[in-house]
């Protein structure tokens, strides 16, 4: 029977995305692991690879086709034996990519699930099976829950279910109903009607909003909604910091490596995640996840939008380690050539404007994180030192975001301490 070849959604955050180039063509055969098409996300290109043996019988979705929603089919693949005069009554069902004209629908957390071809068994947990697999599950009576997956990220495959046994119709459970989907939040502002009326005597140029923008909107509305933030503000003295790193980069010349005071803001940062572990924190709606390591995010700009690559483990890497890692996501992240792992989790966050000549700010928590610091330039100021004289120092303004839910006021004030000390004293970072 024909295999329906569906949009894969390539990231939590995806809804619908683009089917940038196919790299096969009808009567084409391919096995499970080739590539088939370069798809788009709201976050990068990417490759799609099958997991089926088969001929590619005919293909829906043309190249360059935008807005193609998650779990549409997009071609249909022939098995051994089949021609494409089985794809008959099926084929002519299948949506073109005329849709994308269609009104949208609300959009519902389960458009944007983690993989294709995905159920839900009794108890909650996601199944991931190709439609072949569903299919000869189904015809022999066999729960997709008791199997494990052989393909592309533990997706079940015709393989896995081909030499397994029904279940005792008595072992079946009858299927929980589904809890109602929530509605996604709604556009705030005006319509779009309204404000094109408002504006129809002035001279502008109307900008299409791609997935990646479409995404930041979505998600920072949604998190400065739900989420109760406040605002820990702290002034930190860089003038230490900045001779320590002058003293570092001469000795790191020969390597060719070159140190910024983001990188020491990073390991500032890991290293407060560690030494105030109950911050190191995300929510997970019922509950709260603390985490071992310290996986700090850095907030990247790029061209319409940003990027924030996660830095792994940071707590336990150099400085110098530090520098190379980040300097290789950014520049990545401006490619839109990161792969999602390497921009989905972590606890924390940084967002850096003071390169932009910005004094201070409040940055948004990105959810799940438990908090995001904001770090604006390094300005020379007179302050007053231990001696009570009046003298010149460069002062770096930050404001730690912190999710009132995950963390309190006093544990915030104990992490941007924390923070703090660590920039002050770099050579302590070393030790």
């Given at each position: 029977?024909?295999?329906?070849?569906?949009?894969?959604?390539l990231?939590?955050?995806?809804?619908?995305?683009t089917?940038?180039?196919?790299?096969?063509?009808?009567?084409?055969?391919?096995?499970?692991?080739?590539?088939?098409?370069?798809?788009e996300?709201?976050?990068?290109?990417?490759?799609?690879?099958?997991?089926?043996?088969?001929?590619?019988?005919?293909?829906?979705?043309?190249e360059?086709?935008?807005?193609?929603?998650?779990?549409?089919?997009?071609?249909?693949?022939?098995?051994?034996?089949?021609?494409?005069?089985?794809?008959?009554?099926?084929?002519?069902?299948?949506?073109?990519?005329?849709?994308?004209?269609?009104?949208?629908?609300?959009?519902?957390?389960?458009?944007?699930?983690?993989?294709?071809?995905?159920?839900?068994?009794?108890?909650?947990?996601?199944?991931?099976?190709?439609?072949?697999?569903?299919?000869?599950?189904?015809?022999?009576?066999?729960?997709?829950?008791?199997?494990?997956?052989?393909?592309?990220?533990?997706?079940?495959?015709?393989?896995?279910?081909?030499?397994?046994?029904?279940?005792?119709?008595?072992?079946?459970?009858?299927?929980?109903?589904?809890?109602?989907?929530?509605?996604?939040?709604?556009?705030?502002?005006p319509?779009?009607?309204?404000?094109?009326?408002?504006?129809?005597?002035?001279?502008?140029?109307?900008v299409?909003?791609?997935g990646?923008?479409?995404?930041?909107?979505?998600?920072?509305?949604?998190?400065?909604?739900?989420?109760?933030?406040?605002?820990?503000?702290?002034?930190?003295?860089?003038?230490?910091?900045?001779?320590?790193?002058?003293?570092?980069?001469?000795?790191l010349?020969?390597?060719?490596?070159?140190?910024?005071?983001?990188?020491?803001?990073?390991?500032?940062?890991?290293?407060?995640?560690?030494?105030?572990?109950?911050?190191?924190?995300?929510?997970?709606?019922?509950?709260?996840?603390?985490?071992?390591?310290?996986?700090?995010?850095?907030?990247?700009?790029?061209?319409?939008?940003?990027?924030?690559?996660?830095l792994?483990?940071?707590?336990?890497?150099?400085?110098?380690?530090?520098?190379?890692?980040?300097?290789?996501?950014?520049?990545?992240?401006?490619?839109?050539?990161?792969a999602?792992?390497?921009?989905?989790?972590?606890?924390?966050?940084?967002?850096?404007?003071?390169?932009?000549?910005?004094?201070?700010?409040?940055?948004?928590?990105?959810?799940?994180?438990?908090?995001?610091?904001?770090?604006?330039?390094?300005?020379?100021?007179?302050?007053?030192?231990?001696?009570?004289?009046?003298?010149?120092?460069?002062?770096?303004?930050?404001?730690?975001?912190?999710?009132?839910?995950?963390?309190d006021?006093?544990?915030?004030?104990?992490?941007?301490?924390a923070?703090?000390?660590?920039?002050?004293?770099?050579?302590?970072?070393?030790?």
């Open positions: 029977m024909p295999i329906e070849i569906l949009m894969p959604a990231s939590p955050t995806m809804e619908e995305g089917l940038a180039k196919w790299l096969v063509k009808e009567g084409d055969e391919v096995s499970s692991g080739d590539l088939l098409a370069e798809i996300t709201d976050k990068a290109t990417m490759e799609f690879e099958a997991v089926e043996d088969g001929v590619v019988g005919k293909i829906l979705i043309p360059g086709s935008e807005g193609v929603q998650v779990n549409a089919v997009i071609a249909i693949l022939l098995e051994d034996g089949e021609s494409a005069d089985d794809i008959g009554v099926a084929s002519a069902a299948m949506p073109s990519a005329a849709p994308a004209e269609a009104p949208e629908a609300p959009k519902t957390p389960a458009a944007s699930a983690p993989a294709p071809s995905a159920s839900v068994s009794s108890d909650g947990n996601r199944i991931f099976a190709s439609p072949l697999a569903r299919r000869i599950a189904a015809d022999k009576g066999i729960d997709l829950a008791t199997l494990t997956g052989s393909g592309p990220r533990g997706r079940i495959v015709k393989a896995d279910v081909e030499g397994a046994s029904a279940a005792p119709a008595a072992a079946k459970v009858s299927a929980t109903p589904a809890p109602a989907a929530k509605t996604a939040p709604m556009p705030s502002g319509e779009a009607d309204t404000v094109l009326r408002m504006y129809a005597d002035r001279d502008f140029e109307e299409a909003l791609d990646m923008r479409k995404t930041i909107a979505a998600r920072l509305t949604e998190a400065k909604q739900s989420i109760p933030h406040f605002y820990l503000r702290r002034d930190i003295k860089l003038d230490a910091l900045l001779a320590f790193r002058s003293q570092l980069n001469k000795q010349e020969k390597r060719g490596a070159k140190l910024s005071v983001n990188d020491f803001i990073i390991k500032a940062c890991a290293l407060a995640l560690q030494e105030v572990p109950d911050a190191n924190a995300v929510w997970a709606n019922d509950r709260i996840l603390k985490l071992k390591p310290s996986d700090v995010a850095v907030a990247v700009a790029i061209e319409g939008g940003l990027f924030t690559p996660v792994k483990d940071a707590e336990m890497k150099s400085l110098s380690a530090l520098s190379t890692e980040m300097k290789d996501l950014a520049t990545r992240a401006r490619d839109r050539k990161l999602p792992h390497e921009y989905q989790g972590g606890s924390f966050a940084i967002s850096n404007l003071g390169m932009f000549g910005i004094d201070n700010f409040d940055a948004v928590i990105n959810p799940p994180h438990g908090a995001i610091l904001a770090v604006g330039a390094g300005v020379k100021k007179p302050i007053v030192d231990e001696d009570g004289q009046i003298s010149a120092a460069t002062v770096m303004s930050v404001t730690l975001s912190v999710d009132h839910r995950v963390i006021g006093a544990l915030g004030a104990q992490l941007l301490q923070i703090v000390d660590n920039l002050e004293n770099p050579m302590a970072m070393l030790a």
